[in-house]
């Protein structure tokens, strides 16, 4: 009885071992560390030169200088999951090109360049339009539903360099 009950448990558990070894190994050939690096290095040249007229294009105004601020930070802007708020995470910044460029007319009425993406991959972003303000929003995936994610980017850069410099 033992038996049948250590084979009952032990098969099932040996055999998803197994499976996750076998995809590490695949994933570890596919994704070696000199092409992680490589794949690094590219984002981050883009994510440290935006295409400010692209953008300013993009929000029919004038970019805002917080913005222009976060992403002359190269530390602050290539870092990944950072905190945010009480239980948001920026888990990366975007870079700020027209591949970045999200087609969400039909959704949104506008399409969105986002700035960020949280832990879940819903964007982060401005609104564009002459007379928009400078607020930072966010639209989840799952459910579609928009809300405020700072009440400007110079608050958002506010918050995020004192978290940043906050010991623990």
Do not use: C
Not at 18 to 43: F, Q, T, V, W
Not at 128 to 141: K, L, M, R
Request: net charge negative.
């Amino acid at each position: 009885m033992i038996l049948i009950v250590a084979l009952l448990i032990g098969v099932p558990i040996l055999i998803l071992w197994l499976r996750d070894h076998i995809a590490g190994s695949i994933r570890a050939r596919r994704n070696p560390p000199e092409k992680l690096a490589a794949d690094r290095r590219a984002y981050e040249q883009r994510i440290l030169h935006p295409n400010w007229e692209f953008y300013e294009q993009h929000l029919q105004r004038p970019v805002p200088p917080a913005l222009r601020e976060l992403y002359a930070d190269g530390t602050l802007v290539s870092a990944l999951d950072l905190a945010y708020g009480n239980s948001e995470h920026i888990s990366a910044f975007a870079p700020l090109e027209i591949e970045a460029s999200l087609d969400t007319q039909s959704i949104f009425g506008f399409d969105a360049v986002p700035i960020a993406s949280n832990q879940f991959g819903d964007p982060i972003y401005l609104r564009p339009g002459s007379s928009e303000a400078d607020t930072v929003y966010i639209t989840h995936h799952d459910g579609g539903d928009t809300e405020i994610f700072a009440e400007s980017v110079a608050a958002m850069l506010s918050s995020l360099r004192e978290r940043q410099v906050r010991p623990g």
